[in-house]
């Protein structure tokens, strides 16, 4: 005899037989977020224990932890040789399937057990991800009579609960036994191989029980092997601890009790909570309400790879639980007041864990600041700065969120001093003390500006030295590569800020000429035809770019040569940089410079001096090129410096490492005065 789920028709009030919602229990079923992985082959089994705690306790209340048991046994494939796990046999003692929670199992989606966290689809779980199900269950009808009740439930559209008349299950006292048998396609080959795995699943999933020392007996059985899960839970346990915690609430004086559990961190197995420690509140030995600590304390995983578990208990919980154990009746601020004072307990058993990720926050900070010295106006009081993190920042990325939102605030605070100032009519002690902890912050937020662009330029040198160690793979790599780092090709200063280049790799000067050209053909802004593309050109007056004046006097023309090259000829203009650099002279004294719109309004580079600068290796080629020619070594014998006439200009030769080395020895002067580790 089969029995339809949903029927088909109810009574109404006027007798009147009228037609209900019906529900397809085999589209609910296949639209069940449930994919298929190992955890999900567990849920059927785990909805099945749970049902077995509710039954429990309805039948023994208060001593259901002393009278309770649940055996979970598994069930092998002895035809296989490697005899694979195919289901579970889930038996409890407790009230059974009386016609209430019969009435409730035939309801998808019933609100019976709701208060209990209950959603009423656990059941629609195990069509999903098992053939078989067998239900079979003894219980006491109203006249106190035991009854049995045995059916199979199957995924079909109509008489999912189908009635077997003779069973052979030898069940002589009142309780159920859930069998789940044989997986489903979609997760047969998701299934634990190993019974660890199962155990510490099981445990997951109902930690806050085990931890509480709230749940009746539950076994695991495998072949014949008894495994008692309340001792499987005790052997994670690292160190526990027991304290009583006093405080007053409303004038009364609270008695609490908490127990305080270390675990390793495999105890975890299996859940998905972002969050490694709890504290759970109890009432008569059940669970009633639990809080993450996690961001409370600002802690993860504690010193071992432990996490933390505070159990509380007391008579004043006890006296206030509700009803259904899920909650207490209390205000919402006086649950607060109970965690505040329970978690400063917490913190004070794990002040070694805080002290630990206190001082790796410290860490974290300091490090941040050598990276971004902007910050360096909380080196100075790191302490108070770590007090007042979230609990939450444990990250590095979300420590450095905070010292960003910390600059913010002073920087607005900042601002608003200001503002005082211009509204207050007299001077005050307070507006003094505003002034003075704004002008600390101003003085060493300067200064920390100052470090970070110093250390960025260091990191600039870092990566010309790389370039100059790679292999020159195509002959004019290494020479665009340098060009690019110290000033982007193709453009000028009027596409360009003064941070998109780093001119002061050659001369710190270099960065105030407000003009330059950087590879672009000397027509677009010299009156001349040529095509010749000089690497760097600049013009010291700026307002010569702008149609202010006439009055420039200085260009600067820099080349850049590939590293180790040798193949300059002092007979080919093409392959002579003196000569190159020559011509270039004459061509800008030729022609005018023409403004920012093209106009070419004086011959105003006539009488300009010039200034050169060639980046290249001194080789034997490119010495051979200065004979005859007044160059003299550099006062370090690192470089060539030269005059020539007709055109008058300057040259100093810089050899790659001499670019390098005086960079840095320039840069380190900063690094030291601002007490930066050079090794940064």
């Not at 269950?137 to 999912?160: H, M, P, V, W, Y």
């Not at 009746?329 to 006086?334: H, I, M, P, R, S």
């Not at 040198?461 to 292999?471: A, V």
């Amino acid at each position: 005899m089969g029995i339809d789920v949903i029927s088909s028709c109810v009574n109404n009030e006027l007798g009147i037989i009228m037609p209900s919602l019906q529900t397809d229990i085999v589209g609910r079923v296949k639209r069940l977020p449930l994919d298929p992985t190992e955890e999900s082959t567990l849920l059927p089994m785990f909805e099945a224990i749970s049902n077995g705690l509710h039954a429990i306790e309805d039948r023994f209340g208060n001593n259901s932890l002393r009278n309770g048991v649940i055996t979970v046994t598994i069930l092998r494939d002895d035809g296989d040789e490697n005899r694979p796990i195919i289901g579970y046999i889930i038996q409890d003692n407790g009230v059974g399937l009386n016609q209430t929670n019969f009435d409730s199992f035939c309801k998808p989606d019933s609100v019976y057990k709701i208060k209990r966290g209950g959603k009423g689809v656990g059941r629609l779980g195990w069509l999903k991800v098992f053939k078989n199900i067998d239900v079979y269950s003894r219980f006491q009808d109203q006249s106190g009579q035991i009854e049995t009740r045995a059916f199979l439930f199957k995924l079909t559209n109509e008489n999912q609960i189908e009635e077997k008349i003779n069973s052979a299950h030898a069940l002589t006292e009142v309780g159920t036994i859930i069998t789940l048998k044989d997986f489903t396609q979609d997760f047969h080959n998701k299934v634990p191989t190993s019974v660890d795995v199962i155990k510490q699943r099981i445990i997951a999933h109902f930690l806050p029980l085990f931890a509480s020392e709230s749940v009746p007996k539950i076994s695991l059985i495998d072949d014949g092997q008894k495994i008692d899960l309340q001792d499987f839970f005790d052997g994670f346990k690292t160190n526990t601890s027991e304290e009583e915690v006093s405080f007053f609430l409303n004038d009364e004086e609270i008695h609490l009790q908490i127990r305080h559990i270390k675990l390793n961190k495999k105890i975890r197995l299996g859940l998905s909570l972002k969050n490694y420690n709890w504290l759970y509140m109890a009432a008569n030995s059940r669970v009633a309400n639990e809080k993450k600590l996690d961001n409370y304390l600002g802690l993860k995983v504690l010193e071992g790879e432990q996490v933390y578990i505070g159990c509380a208990y007391g008579d004043f919980l006890d006296q206030r639980v509700n009803q259904e154990r899920t909650g207490f009746n209390c205000k919402a601020e006086v649950i607060e007041e109970i965690v505040r004072s329970l978690s400063s307990a917490i913190k004070n058993y794990l002040s070694d864990d805080i002290q630990a990720i206190k001082q790796q926050k410290k860490k974290t900070i300091n490090s941040l600041i050598d990276e971004h010295p902007q910050f360096l106006y909380i080196k100075g009081d790191t302490e108070s700065f770590v007090d007042h993190l979230a609990p939450s920042a444990i990250q590095k990325k979300d420590i450095f969120a905070a010292m960003c939102a910390d600059r913010y605030e002073k920087t607005s605070k900042f601002k608003r001093v200001k503002e005082n100032i211009a509204l207050t009519p007299s001077f005050t002690n307070e507006i003094k003390k505003q002034v003075e902890e704004c002008n600390r912050f101003i003085t060493e937020s300067g200064q920390g500006m100052l470090a970070e662009y110093v250390l960025t330029r260091k990191v600039t040198i870092e990566f010309l030295n790389k370039y100059l160690e790679l292999n020159d793979v195509e002959q004019y790599e290494k020479e665009d590569a340098v060009h690019k780092l110290i000033v982007p090709m193709r453009t000028d200063s009027n596409r360009l800020t003064i941070e998109d280049h780093n001119l002061w790799l050659l001369d710190d000067r270099l960065a105030f000429f407000s003009f330059f050209a950087s590879d672009q053909p000397i027509r677009q802004y010299i009156d001349s035809d040529s095509e010749k593309r000089p690497d760097v050109a600049f013009f010291y007056d700026s307002c010569m770019a702008w149609n202010e004046t006439e009055n420039g006097n200085k260009v600067v023309l820099v080349e850049f040569k590939r590293p180790s090259r040798d193949d300059y000829s002092v007979y080919s203009k093409d392959k002579n940089p003196i000569q190159q650099l020559i011509d270039y002279i004459q061509l800008f004294k030729e022609g005018g410079l023409k403004d920012y719109k093209g106009r070419t309004p004086s011959q105003n580079l006539k009488n300009a001096s010039f200034h050169c600068y060639l980046v290249a290796d001194l080789t034997p080629s490119l010495l051979s090129c200065l004979q005859g020619r007044k160059f003299t070594d550099t006062p370090d014998g690192k470089g060539k410096i030269g005059y020539f006439s007709e055109p008058d200009g300057f040259v100093e030769i810089i050899p790659y490492d001499k670019l390098v080395n005086d960079a840095q020895m320039r840069n380190a002067i900063f690094l030291q005065k601002l007490g930066i580790n050079k090794t940064n």
